[in-house]
């Protein structure tokens, strides 16, 4: 059989979370250091699948999506890289299973892409789910392109062991990227453009460097020339320090804006998750962050049937939820992930049980979600504009909330406009730009 011929073009598809949107490109930029070209996935010689293992059935979703590159019309056969964190949990099943595959890294080792694809393009399957002592980050090409949003990664992998993540075995243990490397890649993200930034890590607010927290980090980005706005994603209750909850009262670009998961309203539920939290500490962080922050939006993320859930554990989310009053939040149905410990435990709850329930929880936080965006209506606001929209002069762009908000404008991608929000639904907000007074 011949060998692939070295890839010209590329494409890389990223699933989940905003982490996995960071690391795809990171990835693009990679291969376009190498000289490769962007392209869409029907026709690119490399075609990355940069894939998520926490939502259900992940891996099958994978196979599926290589089954269909494999029967393409034209009858090309690209160079298939699975990456990510379905490529860390399964490893060298994939390529086993799916005999197409030609690579298989892992989110520690993809900083190797450009080799394991030219060992692909000579015949050989190549598969990396090491775990380098060196952060793969000093490996990285400088910043590309970019918008007027970015993410930046300044955290990576997860001690807390909750029973029903994978995450500490697909990324590894927490560690936290160096202050100065942080910041030199904050500066890269706006020199390209970048008016906001997102912090990411799977405890992001665990971040520390020599004695410094994220609270450090936000108050010297917020000295930046040129960053307008800062937000921070995902956070540990455990780890909100006094100093990040006076951050959003006394930093000017951090967004008014926070996604703290609780995951239950049940102690006794969260004791089996390893939560290592309780839902009384969970409120008081909610309560001193609002004390700080009063116009704050509040997220979160819940899982409905979890092994052992009765209706009074699932009453006590609802109860939770209710207190809280979250401008929007993630709710999902349990399902086992091997290798974790919730995935052997007893008493799993029927699928229709946890169907029921799910249908209730989400009914209650598309309420308030709803509620929330109807309270701005009447505000006048800054809006950053990210996207053209559907109609033509329509832009779309964020509030600090994180609301999407249409409008109608003359403005361009990248502005930032003072806004009057107009109307409200589930989703999303109407605006017009807010007209200039005379002086």
């Not at 060992?119 to 380098?132: H, L, N, R, S, Y």
């Not at 100093?243 to 926070?258: C, D, N, S, Y």
Request: negative net charge; hydrophobic residues 40%.
């Amino acid at each position: 059989m011949n060998s692939p011929a070295a890839p010209k073009t590329f494409h890389v598809k990223s699933f989940g979370c905003q982490m996995n949107v960071y690391d795809g490109a990171r990835m693009s930029e990679l291969l376009e250091a190498e000289g490769l070209s962007a392209a869409d996935s029907a026709d690119a010689d490399l075609v990355v699948l940069n894939t998520c293992h926490i939502r259900e059935k992940a891996a099958e979703k994978v196979y599926s999506d290589i089954g269909r590159l494999i029967k393409r019309e034209d009858g090309s056969k690209p160079i298939i890289a699975v990456a990510g964190c379905v490529a860390q949990a399964e490893g060298a099943e994939i390529a086993r299973r799916a005999p197409s595959v030609g690579v298989v890294v892992g989110p520690q080792a993809y900083h190797r892409l450009p080799e394991l694809v030219a060992k692909a393009a000579g015949g050989a399957t190549a598969v990396d789910t090491d775990m380098p002592a060196e952060p793969k980050f000093k490996a990285l090409p400088g910043r590309r392109r970019q918008g007027p949003t970015a993410f930046l990664t300044v955290q990576e992998g997860c001690d807390k062991f909750c029973t029903y993540c994978v995450v500490p075995y697909t990324r590894g243990a927490e560690v936290s990227r160096p202050w100065s490397q942080v910041m030199d890649e904050a500066r890269a993200l706006i020199d390209m453009g970048a008016k906001e930034i997102t912090l990411l890590g799977q405890n992001v607010n665990a971040w520390e460097d020599d004695g410094r927290g994220l609270h450090d980090l936000i108050a010297a980005m917020d000295k930046l020339p040129g960053l307008e706005r800062i937000r921070y994603t995902t956070s540990h209750p455990n780890d909100m320090a006094e100093g990040l909850i006076r951050a959003h009262g006394e930093v000017e670009k951090l967004m008014p804006f926070l996604h703290l998961p609780v995951q239950s309203g049940s102690d006794r539920i969260l004791k089996a998750m390893n939560r290592s939290h309780t839902t009384e500490s969970y409120l008081r962080v909610i309560e001193r962050v609002r004390a700080a922050r009063p116009d704050i939006a509040l997220s979160g993320d819940f899982i409905v049937g979890f092994p052992g859930e009765t209706d009074e554990d699932f009453e006590a989310t609802l109860r939770i939820v209710e207190a809280t009053r979250y401008a929007q939040a993630y709710s999902f149905k349990y399902s086992p992930r091997p290798g974790t410990p919730a995935a052997t435990m007893d008493d799993q709850v029927p699928a229709e049980v946890a169907d029921e329930r799910l249908q209730r929880l989400q009914a209650l936080i598309n309420a308030q979600q709803l509620a929330f965006n109807q309270a701005t209506v009447g505000r006048r606001t800054n809006v950053l504009l990210e996207r053209r929209g559907k109609h033509p002069g329509q832009l779309i762009g964020k509030s600090p909330w994180l609301q999407s908000i249409h409008l109608e404008t003359e403005a361009a991608i990248g502005d930032l406009v003072e806004v009057d929000i107009l109307s409200a639904g589930p989703n999303s907000l109407g605006g017009a730009e807010a007209v200039k007074q005379a002086a």
